[in-house]
């Protein structure tokens, strides 16, 4: 059960999701000020780092995820039905599989993190607006990857997710209005 539906069934959707709401203001309020700030070209090799980055938190969250499955089955929590057709024998308790599906979301968005990424290192296109950029989006991953994991409290992960989706549009456009346009 999601802990929307169990803590908040007598609270109004406006208050749920006021905060985050805030937070992904907060983001583009952020990135406002940064896209109005100085901009210099830098070496493009500098996104490695927060490629490398996004990897490592992709296989940590893969570990984590078959490690936690494999203690399920251990501890009778989940059946080895359960993860062969994921119909059968279907668990009451969801928190093993929450790192398979935040490795699954790793899988959706990120890669057009990496696309970016390798686009700018191939043109040779760069500059410290986008590594900065770079690096929020993997940071803001990565608070969604803890959100998700630990908690899964879906309004604060919604913001988490919308406002690295927010970021990434922002280095896409970056990228296609300097080289597409430029």
């Known amino acids: 059960m999601s802990p929307i539906n169990s803590t908040a069934t007598n609270i109004s959707l406006l208050r749920i999701y006021a905060a985050p709401c805030i937070i992904v ?41 078959v490690v936690a499955r494999n203690v399920a089955v251990i501890r009778g929590h989940a059946s080895i039905g359960y993860f062969a057709d994921f119909k059968s024998d279907i668990p009451a308790d969801d928190r093993f599989e929450r790192p398979a599906r935040t490795f699954n979301n790793l899988m959706q968005v990120p890669a057009l993190f990496y696309v970016i990424c390798l686009l700018m ?29 630990a908690v899964n409290w879906v309004p604060y992960r919604f913001a988490t997710w919308a406002s690295s989706c927010i970021i990434l549009g922002t280095l896409w456009f970056r990228f296609a209005t300097v080289v597409g346009f430029g």
């Not at 830098?42 to 780092?49: A, H, I, N, Q």
Request: glycine letters at 2%; proline letters at 3%; hydrophobic letters at 65%.
């Open 25 to 65: 203001s907060s983001v583009v309020a952020w990135l406002f000020w940064l896209l109005a700030g100085e901009h210099h070209s830098v070496r493009p090799e500098l996104l490695v780092s927060p490629m490398a980055a996004l990897f490592t938190l992709t296989a940590l969250v893969w570990l984590i995820m």
């Open 121 to 149: 290192l191939i043109v040779k296109e760069a500059d410290n607006v986008q590594i900065v950029l770079a690096w929020a989006f993997v940071v803001l991953r990565c608070i969604h990857a803890i959100i998700y994991m």
